[in-house]
């Protein structure tokens, strides 16, 4: 978790931010999260200013048809979701997709799979689900393994028993932690740290129960 932290830190450091290059490279994994958690809070007391394009899960679809590459694609709408635009999520997912003409597996699975984030996440965050969710055409026909070990039967076990229902529902699956971010991470750090709790061991303790209440174990 630290090490996927770390490589996202830069793009949180605001210019004018009071941490320095050497307070961030302590030699405890913790009081490097801490670091950047107080350095993503600070960011966060800047004005947003909202893109010219918002990344909606419906633009993510269409970044996808076009040959994006989907992790990417949904990498930017998750950071509308979790970080600049946290106050628009509805309008995020309210848009259905739109198929392309010319349909093919790959485009089909994607879209499933985008129609199951969209129940997820707004299921978990109390957002109002979209009912362009429930459309038959994104039900696959046969499932779809996302994991490198498809061919493992215990794997597919395993799978079988963790996918998020929205998921599984759709013969997709996969990690039932696919929308854990670094956003969450911060905040609960910083919000340990605004209780009082200084200890490493306990922040670390406070931010992993909270990770496991909303992603799970």
Excluded at 11 to 38: C, G, N, T, W, Y
Excluded at 55 to 83: R, V
Excluded at 96 to 109: A, G, N, S, Y
Aim: proline share 6%; charged share 25%.
């Amino acid at each position: 978790m630290l090490n996927r932290l770390r490589t996202h830190f830069a793009s949180f450091l605001p210019k004018k931010s009071s941490i320095s290059s050497q307070q961030v490279r302590p030699s405890r994994h913790d009081e490097i999260l801490q670091a950047m958690a107080q350095a993503y809070y600070e960011q966060r007391q800047e004005p947003s200013v909202l893109p010219t394009t918002l990344e909606t899960m419906k633009w993510a679809y269409e970044q996808i048809c076009a040959g994006e590459d989907p992790w990417t694609a949904l990498g930017n709408f998750t950071n509308a979701w979790f970080g600049y635009a946290k106050h628009l999520r509805t309008d995020l997912v309210s848009e259905p997709l739109v198929m392309p003409k010319q349909e093919t597996e790959h485009t089909r699975r994607w879209a499933a799979f985008c129609a199951a984030s969209v129940e997820l996440l707004c299921d978990r965050y109390h957002v109002s689900c979209p009912n362009w969710v429930d459309n038959p055409s994104y039900l696959l026909e046969t499932p779809w393994w996302r994991t490198r070990r498809a061919h493992d039967s215990e794997v597919r076990e395993c799978l079988v028993q963790t996918t998020p229902v929205s998921f599984a529902r759709r013969n997709i699956f996969c990690n039932h932690r696919l929308f854990q971010n670094k956003y969450e991470i911060y905040e609960w750090t910083q919000e340990a740290m605004n209780e009082g709790i200084t200890s490493p061991d306990e922040i670390h303790r406070y931010v992993h129960q909270k990770e496991i209440s909303i992603h799970g174990a």
